[in-house]
């Protein structure tokens, strides 16, 4: 079935470190691809997508690029700030109607000021 | 435009309780799907719902149960309470033919 993989967690960065968080996918089809963010105490909220290969999703200074080729969808964002500490989950949208959405098991990311 | 809304926030049962949960999702949206978020299992989809309709259903066993009104209010329903359920319940809607999910603030369930 389709499946999400993302690097483990907690990182932990200093304030203007340079984040990447991988996560790589399986899928039939061509799944959209969606970055999420869950700050404590609070639902999903929507960071970025790309609905096809080679769209970059991009949103408050986060970046991804929809990779076929190697079924990666990397988030990355140049300069943290203390703000992003959340948790953030990779997920792919089943490319066979509806909104069935799998999700990565979440990567923690602590900032420090 | 409000977001979607949940209710309960937060709600404490006992096992062999049943549960009802429900979510209004964003006004004209039609699609609302359920997911169940833990952090051993971390977020698991259970059921996607379109027009009153059950779209797509995630591996849960069928005490787990939901529905859609005609204004695409949802509930979900779980009966048997089982400690094993405890878990925070995600909802989300979004535009028929939409490629975005916005997700509720969701409902702490804990089971005792």
């Known amino acids: 079935g389709n499946s999400v993989t993302q690097m483990e967690g907690p990182v932990t960065l200093s304030e203007e470190a340079f984040l990447t968080i991988n996560c790589t996918y399986t899928?039939?089809?061509?799944?959209?691809l969606f970055w999420y963010v869950q700050y404590p105490g609070e639902g999903l909220q929507l960071l970025l997508k790309?609905?096809?290969?080679?769209d970059k999703g991009s949103n408050k200074g986060f970046e991804a690029t929809y990779r076929k080729e190697t079924t990666s969808f990397h988030l990355e964002k140049g300069s943290v700030q203390v703000s992003d500490s959340a948790v953030y989950f990779c997920?792919?949208?089943?490319?066979?109607?509806?909104?069935?959405?799998?999700f990565g098991a979440g990567t923690r990311l602590f900032v420090k000021a | 435009k409000a977001g979607v809304t949940q209710t309960p926030r937060y709600l404490i049962k006992t096992r062999g309780q049943q549960v009802t949960l429900s979510c209004s999702p964003i006004?004209?949206?039609?699609?609302v799907s359920w997911y169940q978020q833990t952090p051993g299992q971390g977020l698991q989809f259970l059921f996607e719902?379109?027009?009153?309709?059950?779209?797509n259903k995630g591996n849960f066993p069928g005490r787990f149960s939901g529905r859609q009104f005609s204004n695409s209010r949802s509930e979900m329903n779980v009966s048997t309470l089982e400690l094993g359920d405890s878990a925070l319940y995600l909802c989300?809607?979004?535009?028929?033919?939409?490629?975005?999910?916005?997700f509720g603030p969701g409902t702490r369930l804990t089971v005792l």
């Open positions: 989300a809607s979004s535009l028929a033919g939409g490629d975005t999910q916005y």
């Open positions: 899928a039939t089809g061509y799944p959209s």
């Open positions: 790309a609905t096809k290969a080679d």
């Open positions: 997920a792919l949208r089943e490319p066979t109607g509806g909104f069935k959405t799998i």
């Open positions: 006004s004209g949206h039609r699609s």
């Open positions: 719902y379109f027009s009153e309709t059950q779209r």
